[in-house]
């Protein structure tokens, strides 16, 4: 029985990493007097770190011109990584990130039949609460019956920490759920967790591989829509 359908945040409801992170990200850098800039194409790799402090130390341990001690590069994360989160917030609130196809449909197909919604992220409460209102609307966590976020979860994906919690602040099983993701780390994570997985390709993983997956679409529209029929077909079968 699927009694959860639980969400990644970033890629999955919106394509948030190429066109908002990516983009307050540059702008944190710039306002720091930093020379920095993460183009497009220089954005990807750097996703494989989960987490946006995570992804900055990541691509300040490549450089030279960066605090040579660790103490004071992690110093330099985090006082950017809040600027980067106030960047982003600004961005969601003018309207310019929306909903990927299907999004919202599906969401509300699970408000109608009675199937719970989740948030399993590893990005923050800020800026989960700031795409959401702009999506959903202030009272967007009401839908919500479990809401995880970086805070709650600081063992970032691929580790199953975000799908646990949200398990267990649901009170159901992980043969009882479903998770969608974008990228291969999480799907790492809600496979670890027991749980199956459905995969909407984001930008930057587009040609990833996604063993493990009960289907792999474009996106939630794309044929053959992705539907709570689908999901529970996948669910009964066993696939992913």
Same mark, same amino acid.
Not at 1 to 9: G, H, N, Q, Y
Not at 145 to 165: F, I, N, S
Not at 186 to 206: D, H, V, W
Not at 229 to 240: K, N, P, Q, V
């Given at each position: ?9 970033d ?7 190429r ?5 307050a ?19 990807? *790799? ?29 110093a ?81 994906? *691929?580790? *199953? ?22 990228? *291969? ?35 939630l529209?794309?044929?053959p829509?992705?539907?709570l ?12």
């Open positions: 029985m699927l009694r959860a359908l639980i969400w990644d945040v890629g999955t409801v919106a394509e948030t990493e066109d908002g992170h990516r983009i990200f540059n702008r944190a850098f710039a306002e720091a007097g930093l020379p920095w800039h993460w183009d497009v194409t220089d954005y990807g *790799p750097l996703l494989e770190v989960t987490g946006g402090r995570e992804r900055i130390l990541a691509y300040l341990a490549g450089r030279d011109d960066v605090p040579p001690q660790a103490a004071d590069r992690e330099l994360a985090r006082r950017l990584h809040p600027r980067k989160n106030a960047f982003y917030a600004e961005q969601v609130a003018r309207g310019e990130i929306g909903a990927r196809p299907g999004v919202r449909r599906l969401m509300q197909q699970c408000r109608d039949e009675g199937v719970a919604l989740a948030i399993a992220t590893t990005t923050s409460r800020a800026n989960v609460d700031a795409l959401f209102v702009s999506l959903l609307g202030a009272d967007w966590e009401r839908a919500f019956g479990a809401v995880v976020c970086a805070e709650d979860a600081p063992q970032k994906k *691929p580790h *199953p920490q975000a799908y646990h919690l949200a398990l267990q602040r649901l009170g159901v099983a992980a043969d009882e759920a479903f998770a969608l993701e974008d990228s *291969p780390n999480g799907l790492a994570a809600a496979r670890a967790a027991g749980i199956r997985c459905g995969i909407t390709r984001s930008a930057y993983f587009a040609q990833a591989r996604f063993d493990g997956a009960a289907w792999v679409r474009d996106d529209d794309a044929p829509p992705v539907d029929a689908a999901i529970r077909a996948a669910l009964g079968s066993g696939a992913g």
